[in-house]
């Protein structure tokens, strides 16, 4: 069975400052790895993922994530945030093989950006 | 752009009564699925739908069950409401092929009250 850990449930900042939001995984097999992001009052929206190649992968609004199989992480950044970008934040993992319609989530990391 | 819908966005019932969520997706996606979200437990697969009139539990089927008569729509059912049945309610649909392979999308929520 895979779990997820985020390390902190809530993650206050200053707008244009940079952040880092912590994800661990635990998992007996090799994973793909999903950060999603959710707006007050909305469903969740991807904002990259991890399935296989190069480590370091890059999303939407400016935000990052680095696949680190050693530490079992996947830590997502961004340089400079943005008021716009309060919201929820969600890691969530997925077997590679076999049976990978199943996406274990983490309880969510609240963002919040201060002027 | 992939569009998942669900029927409504709030939701008041009674304890007892029998509840109806529908989710439609308009992409063809094969895999359809069912989350609760509550503060501080993240999302919880309720159920899941491999293609049509196909399902499987997820981690908390009990009280709920599900029915996929066309591929475009996915129902949650609660036979018989009750107060620890109030939460957030996402859809979500994945299909198995291309480029966004195992990438969920989501509906807006139902957010459920029952009294």
């Known amino acids: 069975a895979q779990s997820v850990t985020q390390l902190d449930s809530q993650v206050p900042v200053f707008e244009e400052a940079p952040v880092e939001l912590r994800c661990n995984y635990s998992s007996s097999v090799s994973v793909y790895l999903f950060w999603y992001v959710q707006y007050p009052n909305q469903g969740l929206q991807l904002l990259l993922k991890y399935l296989s190649g190069s480590t370091l992968v890059k999303g939407i609004n400016g935000f990052e994530a680095e696949f680190n199989k050693s530490q079992t992480s996947f830590h997502l950044r961004k340089p400079s945030v943005h008021i716009s970008d309060t919201a929820e934040y969600f890691c969530a993992v997925s077997e590679s093989g076999g049976s990978n319609y199943k996406l274990t989530f983490g309880k969510g990391t609240l963002l919040t950006v201060n002027p | 752009d992939v569009k998942v819908t669900q029927s409504s966005r709030y939701l008041v019932k009674r304890t007892g009564e029998k509840v109806f969520l529908e989710c439609v997706q308009d992409?063809?996606?094969?895999?359809m699925f069912w989350y609760r979200q509550d503060p501080g437990l993240g999302l919880r697969l309720i159920y899941f739908?491999?293609?049509?009139?196909?399902?499987e539990k997820g981690d908390i089927p009990e009280g709920y069950s599900v029915s996929r008569e066309k591929k475009e729509r996915f129902s949650l059912i609660l036979e018989s409401a009750s107060t620890n049945q109030t939460s957030m309610y996402l859809c979500?649909?994945?299909?198995?092929?291309?480029?966004?392979?195992?990438?969920?999308?989501f509906g807006p929520g139902t957010r459920l009250t029952v009294l």
């Open positions: 979500a649909s994945r299909t198995v092929r291309g480029i966004n392979y195992n990438e969920q999308f």
């Open positions: 739908s491999y293609d049509v009139k196909m399902k």
């Open positions: 992409m063809d996606h094969e895999n």
